[in-house]
């Protein structure tokens, strides 16, 4: 039980997502493949310069293209941040800039391609351009549809926590199952005392 409670303490710790004071970012992109397969380094001006200073991570992000790619930034003046590895923006790819600052999970847009399913527009990775961060759950999941009623989200996360507990008592119990089966297996058989039978 205090196992339990330990790992949902740290899930309601972690759960929290906020968006903090306005950063925004002048990303310059210099290309290192040509289209078709075009792959860029980004230079990143934060606004304010101190925006990332003692982040969690700020990394560069690209996916869904055929693979998955995850580059630190560089810092190299105030302010001032470079990826050391190249992005892919062409195709599937999506490629973002991520930031971390404790509850706060941010990221801008690098590349995104249209999406005629959700639908959504590209967003092009033009050679330079000024972004605003947003919440990173907005760009990982871009087909969330917009409007829903935010009582239909909590009762959707009232019933994925529901489910959780269920399969961590399901989890608990065999486990202490298992236990007492392996203790019984341990303790060795009484022995059975003779019983003498008087002739009729």
């Given amino acids: 039980p205090v196992g339990a409670l330990a790992v949902v303490g740290c899930l309601a710790v972690a759960l929290p997502m906020s968006t903090g004071a306005p950063v925004s970012a002048q990303v310059s992109l210099r290309e290192v493949s040509p289209a078709p397969h075009r792959t860029v380094l980004a230079t990143v001006h934060?606004?304010?310069p101190a925006a990332a200073d003692g982040a969690d991570w700020f990394?560069?992000?690209?996916?869904?293209?055929?693979?998955?790619?995850t580059d630190r930034l560089r810092r190299t003046g105030p302010g001032t941040w470079e990826s050391t590895t190249p992005l892919p923006v062409h195709d599937d790819w999506k490629a973002t800039l991520r930031l971390q600052r404790g509850t706060q999970v941010l990221a801008l847009p690098v590349y995104l391609p249209r999406d005629d399913a959700i639908p959504a527009k590209e967003i092009p990775a033009s050679a330079s351009f000024t972004r605003a961060f947003q919440l990173d759950k907005q760009?990982?999941?871009?087909?969330?549809k917009q409007g829903v009623p935010g009582s239909l989200w909590t009762l959707a996360y009232l019933v994925v926590g529901a489910l959780t507990l269920i399969a961590l008592g399901c989890i608990a119990g065999g486990l202490a199952y298992a236990g007492r089966r392996a203790a019984a297996a341990d303790t060795p058989a009484q022995p059975t005392s003779e019983r003498t039978t008087a002739p009729v």
Avoid: N
């Fill in 46 to 48: 934060l606004t304010p």
């Fill in 59 to 69: 990394t560069a992000t690209a996916w869904q293209g055929g693979g998955e790619i």
């Fill in 139 to 144: 760009l990982m999941q871009r087909e969330a």
